[in-house]
């Protein structure tokens, strides 16, 4: 008997449906289970950034350590695909696999020749770095000749921060950092670290002082949390709610309580990343202005303001964070000098009621944003104590903050340069245009001036109130007064009539060479002086590039410049 060729079709295509939906189903539970695997371990994150520890002088939640000791490390925010939390437990929990394992960045090429064969993929182990016998007496022996104040070859420093950074990975990895418990006896110092569970000094000092059922808890907590993590257990959220718990109570047992309103502030700055934004909007701004002029003014005119809102906030958490104005190393001034120029933008803009001024500033935000934010490893972005000798706010503020006022109005300054350069090259018959753009470069460059040599009067005071000194020559007051000297010279220029409006914005955009070099030069470059709290390396060749990049257009602009005034006087 024959099957009926329709029945036989029906049922293959029932068959067919059902597998179709079977399908979808399956694909359904996957993404379903995935989107719950994905947000425990969201929230496993969450918890285990939240607690809090101490390190580098002050308490802050896991996650600021965590980003600071992965970025320090590998130089990145992330490894593996996984948030720094988490990275940093699994070097505690599982130090045996990271030890062996190529993850610190070898960059430097005569760095890599000193380990032939031993870098995989530009990256080499720890355990390689602390047991190289040659490379740890030439870590030593750079190390002597840092302390004898001598300088250091490239390649020296790079050996230091490889080494460093390879000790940082250890002292994390045998539990020295960071410190989870309070020092009972002085609970405003240094915090015991885990690896003081095993210590029978830290161990009795933590037994005589707080409860012994609520440290065995703790010690419990830790350790069903770390056999979970050693494991692979997909579901941490159990053991992380356990660990913080009892965490919590063995921290409140001895009536240490942690300022939690900034341990949450913290967590929500690491998490809205204002200053990413900030820059977000003011490219957003900045292109607007660019693309079609006046036909969407209001709308750039509120990205700008969005952007400068968003960076005033970031500015104030961190500063309420630090408790001091932040701008005590290289990446909180590129913040503030970018902030700078923009209030100085805005507040020339209630006068002239002109967009250019928002729309250079906007430039010159985005531009210095982008290089804080992207360069973590060079431009260290983690919140750190003061040096003795900025502990004095008073003066942190008067002198510093002036003097870094001055460098936001000569950015802005640099930026209308730049504008007015690019209008004399290429649309010369607006030459009303070019003189309104001269008087906003004028009062900038006169705001940028008086700030100048305020703050480096107050720097001289400074001086004399720590080391005795009004004047000595130093690098950085060298370089300051150096800068200061090449715009006066062209405020002069401008006053005197030797200067016209294409001149004045040539020497704007050139004398902040001079800024560049106090700025950024005297600290990353030289490294000499009394100011070696500011010291730091790396970026330079990068700096060098943008540096000719800019001088190469400057002077296209220029002949371009002289091209058409040169046809222009023989018609």
């Keep these: 008997m024959k099957a009926n060729p329709v029945i036989a079709r029906k049922r293959s295509d029932r068959s067919n449906l059902d597998c179709f939906v079977g399908l979808l189903g399956l694909l359904a539970m996957t993404l379903l289970l995935s989107a719950l695997s994905f947000g425990e371990k969201r929230q496993t994150e969450a918890l285990l950034g939240r607690i809090p520890v101490q390190s580098g002088g002050r308490v802050k939640p896991f996650e600021s350590f965590a980003r600071e000791a992965v970025f320090s490390v590998t130089g990145k925010g992330s490894v593996e695909g996984k948030g720094a939390a988490l990275i940093v437990w699994e070097w505690i929990s599982k130090p045996e696999d990271w030890h062996t394992k190529s993850f610190l960045p070898v960059k430097y090429a005569p760095l890599r020749e000193e380990f032939p064969l031993m870098v995989i993929g530009g990256k080499i182990s720890p355990e390689i770095v602390l047991s190289h016998g040659p490379f740890q007496a030439q870590v030593k022996e750079a190390m002597a000749k840092d302390q004898r104040r001598e300088r250091l070859s490239g390649l020296e420093r790079k050996r230091i921060q490889l080494y460093d950074q390879a000790r940082l990975f250890q002292a994390i990895a045998q539990g020295d950092l960071p410190g989870f418990i309070p020092n009972p006896v002085d609970p405003k110092g240094g915090w015991i670290a885990l690896a003081g569970l095993a210590n029978p000094e830290e161990r009795i000092l933590l037994e005589a002082h707080y409860p012994s059922e609520e440290l065995a808890e703790f010690q419990a907590a830790l350790s069903h949390f770390v056999e979970n993590f050693r494991g692979g257990d997909k579901s941490l959220l159990e053991p992380t709610r356990r660990l913080e718990f009892s965490l919590?109570?063995?921290?409140?047992?001895?009536?240490?309580?942690?300022?939690?309103?900034k341990i949450r502030l913290e967590l929500f700055y690491h998490q809205i990343r204002p200053f990413q934004w900030a820059w977000i909007f003011y490219l957003a701004s900045g292109i607007l202005w660019f693309l079609f002029r006046d036909r969407f003014s209001i709308l750039a005119s509120g990205f700008f303001l969005a952007g400068f809102i968003s960076h005033t906030l970031g500015f104030s958490i961190r500063a309420y964070l630090a408790g001091r104005p932040p701008v005590t190393n290289m990446y909180e001034s590129i913040i503030w000098v970018a902030w700078a120029a923009c209030f100085f933008s805005l507040l020339l803009r209630i006068v002239y009621k002109k967009d250019i001024l928002s729309a250079s500033a906007a430039w010159v935000a985005f531009l210095a944003l982008l290089i804080g934010e992207s360069f973590p490893a060079v431009l260290d972005p983690s919140l750190s104590p003061l040096v003795p000798v900025l502990r004095n706010n008073y003066w942190l503020t008067v002198h510093v903050l002036t003097i870094t006022l001055s460098y936001g109005a000569f950015a802005l300054a640099w930026g209308l340069g730049h504008v007015q350069l690019v209008n004399s090259a290429f649309t010369p018959e607006k030459w009303e245009e070019k003189e309104r753009l001269a008087v906003y470069l004028y009062r900038t460059l006169q705001i940028g001036v008086i700030l100048l040599t305020a703050g480096t009067i107050l720097g001289g005071v400074w001086a004399n109130d720590s080391w005795g000194r009004f004047w000595g020559w130093d690098p950085k007051e060298t370089w300051a007064l150096t800068a200061l000297l090449g715009y006066l010279i062209v405020l002069h220029g401008r006053f005197?009539?030797?200067?016209?409006?294409?001149?004045?914005?040539?020497?704007?955009?050139?004398?902040?060479?001079?800024?560049?070099?106090?700025?950024?030069?005297?600290?990353?470059?030289?490294?000499?002086?009394?100011?070696?709290?500011?010291?730091?390396?790396g970026g330079l060749p990068y700096v060098?590039?943008?540096?000719?990049?800019?001088?190469?257009?400057?002077?296209?602009?220029?002949f371009r410049y002289n091209k058409i005034r040169s046809a222009l006087s023989h018609r």
């Design 248 to 261: 919590e109570k063995l921290i409140e047992s001895k009536g240490v309580i942690p300022d939690s309103k």
């Design 496 to 537: 005197s009539g030797w200067l016209g409006s294409f001149g004045t914005a040539l020497g704007s955009v050139l004398a902040f060479l001079g800024v560049l070099m106090a700025w950024y030069g005297v600290n990353f470059v030289l490294a000499a002086g009394f100011h070696s709290y500011g010291f730091a390396t």
């Design 544 to 558: 060098l590039s943008a540096v000719l990049a800019d001088l190469v257009f400057i002077f296209f602009l220029v």
